[in-house]
């Protein structure tokens, strides 16, 4: 029995004074460091600073961890169709998606080519029309960035949107917009 008792005692003095297990997290966290010239997390696929009212955002595309292209111009939802912040994931693809919210001058769906959509509410980034005009709450780009983050986005890739007016976020002196092409993942 004493070789049962020491037994029991290497087992149990270990534990003694340590914490207990923590559960694992059902989400992995998110690491705190930032893409340099960008407010989003240095693990996202693609990153989004909201402007001021729709106006004047900024969008990026990330690949490991460096910008792949951007910042370009982007719009996106005005006061009462505000474009959620938050972290997402790519739901879906359609290369010559129509809105089922707002027409054209014609009276027809207006055309949103090269969707990548990231809520389930259908927000997306998308191309078509002036990237100076607010949206209901999606991220315009210009046609040729709205073709780049649809050849280079995945369904299941992460998306960070984020308040650009933060006080958190400022762009670095030297990241000027830019309407970069080639290199990246495709590119394109």
């Not at 340099?36 to 595309?61: E, Q, S, Y």
């Not at 961890?65 to 169709?81: F, H, I, K, Q």
């Not at 027409?103 to 990548?116: E, I, L």
Request: glycine share 14%.
């Amino acid at each position: 029995m004493a070789g049962l008792g020491a037994l029991v005692a290497l087992v149990v003095v270990p534990l003694v004074g340590s914490t207990p297990a923590q559960a694992s997290p059902a989400t992995p966290l998110r690491s705190s460091a930032l893409v340099p010239g960008t407010p989003c997390h240095i693990d996202m696929v693609a990153c989004v600073a909201l402007g001021d009212r729709g106006f004047n955002g900024k969008a990026w595309l990330i690949e490991d961890g460096r910008v792949a292209r951007g910042p370009v111009d982007a719009s996106t939802g005005g006061p009462g169709e505000d474009t959620p912040t938050g972290t997402f994931h790519v739901l879906s693809k359609d290369l010559s998606h129509r809105s089922s919210e707002t027409t054209d001058s014609a009276g027809q769906p207006s055309a949103m080519p090269y969707s990548v959509f990231f809520t389930k509410s259908g927000v997306a980034f998308h191309g078509g029309g002036d990237v100076g005009n607010r949206t209901a709450g999606c991220i315009r780009l210009a046609n040729a960035d709205a073709r780049y983050f649809f050849n280079n986005l995945n369904v299941g890739d992460t998306v960070e949107v984020v308040d650009g007016s933060s006080a958190d976020y400022q762009p670095e002196p030297d990241q000027a917009p830019s309407r970069r092409r080639g290199g990246g993942l495709l590119g394109l």
